[in-house]
């Protein structure tokens, strides 16, 4: 997994609560057996719609993706988080995020970023307003800035989450920290012990 840190760019509004993992990326898309392409799956039922929002040439190139409550519910489909961050997302905003989603996500490098309600709102019409609206989500400082609409705000990131988004880390490169003491318990062990 890639360090981020800072994530400036600008956003696409998903004005929709309960998106679950099906409707992210439909279950006909889980049977590659690479860990590449899902991006054409991304919310590919909606995007036979001509209206809908992705199909929009304006957010073409937006790297924040901006969603109603409840984002990512439903089923561990660890697809979900793929599909969005080969889309090129790097994060996702939303007032609540399904445990698991949220979870994947972390385990992946896509931010999830849990703002109130009433500013996801408020970015969702902005960015409607004007898709060139630059964004800068500061993983360190645990801070969301949109200049243009003087906002500056905190979210929620535990320390030991935020520092796997700082260092890059996924479980692999976590546990590769401690392949040392890992070594010496291995010289330690009883052969007889499995």
Not at 78 to 93: L, T
Not at 160 to 187: H, N, W, Y
């Amino acid at each position: 997994m890639e360090p981020v840190n800072i994530i400036t760019g600008t956003a696409v509004p998903l004005d929709r609560s309960d998106v679950d993992t099906d409707q992210i990326i439909p279950s006909d898309w889980l049977k590659q057996v690479e860990r590449t392409g899902f991006e054409k799956g991304l919310f590919s039922e909606w995007r036979d719609e001509p209206s809908f929002v992705l199909n929009d040439e304006r957010f073409s190139a937006a790297s924040v993706l901006i969603a109603g409550a409840n984002f990512g519910v439903g089923s561990s489909r660890e697809h979900a988080v793929w599909a969005i961050q080969q889309y090129g997302f790097a994060a996702v905003i939303s007032p609540r995020f399904g445990d698991i989603f949220r979870n994947n996500s972390t385990k992946n490098g896509l931010v999830p970023v849990v703002l109130p309600a009433e500013i996801v709102t408020k970015l969702m019409d902005a960015v409607v307003a004007d898709p060139t609206l630059e964004f800068t989500i500061d993983v360190d400082r645990r801070l969301v800035e949109v200049p243009a609409l003087d906002i500056a705000e905190p979210f929620p990131l535990d320390d030991s989450t935020r520092e796997r988004f700082l260092q890059g880390l996924d479980d692999i490169g976590i546990t590769e920290q401690s392949v040392d003491a890992i070594a010496a318990f291995e010289a330690n062990r009883p052969s007889y012990a499995p």
